[in-house]
């Protein structure tokens, strides 16, 4: 997947690299931040951009309120400087749990093709901290 993808974050938590995020099987892998306000996890889809119809997130396999997200935003980008937001989540407790699957919708006004797609936490985490914490995220729509 390197060669189609590169993946990056804000910073990262030892052995919780942003390329376990695409580990969809390995339920033993997470990517986790560490720390800081602006959290994210970064897909550059390099030689493609991406019309982003819907997304999922697995949290990780770490116990109820612990550093699972609560708020977050769906950022896309075509320069990777200046982002648009795609989708937004506040205060949504249905992935505050080991290895819960959800699954979210874009607005038909916000699928536009970017290049980047980026996840960002917004405020504090389940456990009060800004780390920025998933098992896995997808990303289904229109590649370009």
């Not at 033993?28 to 030689?47: L, R, T």
């Not at 996840?119 to 370009?144: A, C, P, Y």
Request: glycine share 6%; aromatic share 10%.
């Amino acid at each position: 997947i390197e060669d189609a993808i590169n993946i990056t974050a804000s910073s990262v938590r030892d052995g919780c690299d942003p390329q376990n995020a695409v580990l969809y099987e390995d339920d033993d892998k997470k990517f986790m931040s560490s720390g800081g306000s602006d959290a994210n996890i970064c897909f550059d889809f390099k030689d493609h951009q991406v019309i982003l119809r819907n997304y999922t997130i697995k949290s990780a396999y770490s116990d109820k309120n612990n550093e699972h997200p609560k708020s977050w935003v769906i950022e896309g980008s075509e320069n990777g400087s200046s982002w648009e937001k795609c989708d937004e989540r506040n205060e949504y407790s249905e992935l505050n749990g080991p290895k819960i699957v959800r699954s979210f919708s874009i607005n038909q006004e916000n699928q536009k093709a970017f290049r980047f797609i980026r996840m960002r936490r917004m405020g504090k985490n389940w456990h009060g901290d800004d780390d920025l914490m998933i098992g896995s995220i997808e990303f289904f729509g229109i590649l370009k």
